[in-house]
């Protein structure tokens, strides 16, 4: 009896969709636009200083200056999802860390644009847990963060969700997500004596994420408007995987300016992602000199460089973002198909917002060429 109430109680929350009003979709110009914000290490606004500028720069800045580079891309993007990829404050040096997340996200927040985040290694540092701070972000406005997947009881960690951006409104694929983004937790510190340094992406997280991913697959390439190939993944979190070092600058493109702080054991999430068969990149921050992209066995796997001045950085380097653009086909009768591309960019915190390292990360055509070439 209790099991089948479980069963039935289990199956309400599964169907409810729970942000209904507040369903991504692709823009009216058949294009949905993504702005990573990485590492903001913000703290109390105006009287904390910046790290690594020059001299010159010293006097006139502070946190806010985060604050003004967020509002300039907003307005120059026009983003439509603002992701917040961990460190989007710095504990250690917060004194209030509700004031300090109320002023860190204010930019999204007033833009009135959905925004999704994710926690970092420094984000409980003050007084909050990360359970707590995940708590506070998931009930902040606009937000589309949430704690945990209501299905999966005892995953590990806090931020871990999933958000589908589904067709354009009045087109045949209204209802179908064409795009899936994957949240999760990468923790902060090895909770295992034998082993130093960072945290990792545990079994209970992948578990969740094959399972998600299967799940969404399965609704898109069943009918209606059966499709034939898995809608292209997207997986945004804190700390790099292991494999992030597999590159050097024949390979990626961006700079690589400092080691790769991954966990020091490899828990195989890369592996999963593979397996999974949707998943074409992946966003991370914690290395903040570090803003290449590089292409392992199909996953772009993606920095977005520092973006706050209260965290390291290096003087007259500037900071950066990295957006990310899908952009849906049109047919010859004018009708929106599925997706076409995904393209990514970073923009510069100078005069001129300078967009630099623009480059494919998927394409269909790319994809079908590759499916072709395997077949021989
Ligand atoms: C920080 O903002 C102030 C005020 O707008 C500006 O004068 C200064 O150049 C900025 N500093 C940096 C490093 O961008
Ligand atoms: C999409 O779903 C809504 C609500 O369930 C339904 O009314 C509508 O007919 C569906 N549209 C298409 C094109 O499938
Ligand atoms: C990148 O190139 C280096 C050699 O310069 C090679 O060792 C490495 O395996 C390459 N990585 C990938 C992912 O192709």
Not at 9 to 27: D, E, G, M, W, Y
Not at 83 to 103: E, L, R
């Amino acid at each position: 009896m209790a099991s089948f109430i479980l069963v039935l109680l289990l199956t309400i929350l599964c169907t409810v969709p729970v942000h209904a009003s507040k369903q991504l979709r692709f823009n009216k110009n058949g294009e949905f636009r993504i702005l990573q914000v990485a590492d903001m290490h913000y703290a109390n606004g105006k009287t904390t200083p910046c790290l690594d500028v020059l001299p010159q720069q010293v006097a006139s800045c502070s946190d806010t200056n985060t604050t003004a580079f967020i509002r300039r891309l907003i307005f120059a993007e026009k983003p439509d999802l603002i992701v917040f990829t961990g460190d989007n404050i710095f504990g250690f040096d917060t004194t209030d860390p509700v004031k300090s997340m109320n002023a860190a996200f204010s930019p999204a927040i007033s833009s009135n644009i959905p925004w999704a985040a994710v926690i970092g290694n420094h984000d409980q540092e003050s007084t909050l847990s990360r359970k707590g701070v995940m708590k506070y972000i998931v009930g902040m406005k606009n937000t589309l963060s949430q704690l945990n997947p209501p299905e999966a009881l005892g995953i590990d960690g806090f931020g871990n969700y999933n958000l589908e951006v589904h067709g354009i409104e009045n087109s045949r694929l209204v209802n179908k997500s064409l795009l899936n983004l994957y949240f999760l937790d990468s923790g902060d510190y090895s909770k295992v004596p034998s082993i130093p340094g960072y945290d990792w992406i545990k079994p209970s997280q992948q578990l969740w994420f094959q399972q998600t991913s299967t799940k969404l697959q399965r609704a898109y390439m069943n009918e209606p408007e059966a499709q034939k190939s898995p809608a292209p993944g997207l997986v945004y979190f804190h700390i790099p995987l292991p494999e992030y070092a597999s590159f050097d600058s024949s390979n990626f493109t961006g700079v690589k300016q400092e080691g790769i702080s991954s966990a020091s054991i490899n828990s195989g999430f890369f592996a999963t992602m593979v397996e999974a068969g949707d998943v074409k990149a992946v966003f991370t921050g914690h290395d903040h000199l570090n803003d290449f992209c590089g292409d392992l066995s199909g996953i772009h796997l993606c920095y977005a460089g520092g973006f706050g001045y209260h965290a390291y950085g290096k003087a007259g380097w500037s900071r950066r973002t990295r957006m990310v653009v899908a952009s849906l086909e049109k047919t010859d009768e004018g009708v929106w198909g599925t997706l076409k591309s995904i393209k990514t960019w970073k923009r510069l915190d100078d005069e001129h917002l300078t967009a630099i390292d623009a480059q494919v990360l998927w394409s269909k055509m790319g994809a079908r060429r590759k499916k072709h070439i395997g077949h021989f």
